[in-house]
């Protein structure tokens, strides 16, 4: 009977799940920039997080292509000035359009506005990028499981050492 060690099956079990990963990385990032670029999650702040990080334009006279949320609070109101503020992680390019509204008791405020593209985009080749490192781990470890040499070098049960060590 073949004994094969613990550490190679779990590693070759670590590889395999690196190698499925790679394939579904870049499906999972998209999924993941739609569900996080959702309008709805933008209305509920007037600032965006990390709004610090963000490289934001001037102010815009005029709406331009925003259009006001659906909220209460906003019906009726018409948009004065704009801004649009951007920011870049390694993955993903996040925008973030925000509004100065003339509201119905001419009082202004500063708000969310719904952008003309979408929020979160994948920035181009990133995810490509990290299901081929990922791909290339999986390949590499499993080689590693596969290559790496048996424990013939440990004592026999008699307590002799390997006579193929010895001979090298």
Not at 47 to 72: C, D, H, K, M, V
Not at 143 to 160: D, F, K, S
Request: with cysteine.
């Amino acid at each position: 009977m073949i004994k094969v060690s613990p550490v190679r099956i779990v590693g070759c079990f670590a590889a395999v799940v690196l190698l499925v990963g790679a394939f579904a990385t870049p499906g999972f990032m998209k999924f993941d920039a739609n569900i996080e670029g959702a309008r709805e999650k933008w209305w509920r702040s007037d600032i965006p997080q990390f709004a610090e990080s963000y490289e934001w334009s001037t102010w815009y006279e005029g709406a331009g292509t925003l259009r006001a949320p659906p909220l209460e609070e906003l019906k009726g109101a018409a948009i004065t000035s704009y801004r649009i503020g951007k920011r870049n992680t390694f993955f993903k390019s996040y925008t973030f359009c925000q509004a100065r509204y003339l509201l119905k008791n001419d009082s202004t405020r500063a708000g969310y506005a719904i952008c003309p593209g979408p929020h979160v985009l994948l920035r181009e080749y990133r995810a490509e990028l990290l299901a081929t490192l990922l791909a290339l781990a999986g390949v590499g470890l499993l080689a590693l499981c596969i290559l790496w040499p048996n424990r013939r070098m440990q004592p026999t049960p008699a307590g002799a050492a390997d006579p193929e060590r010895s001979a090298s």
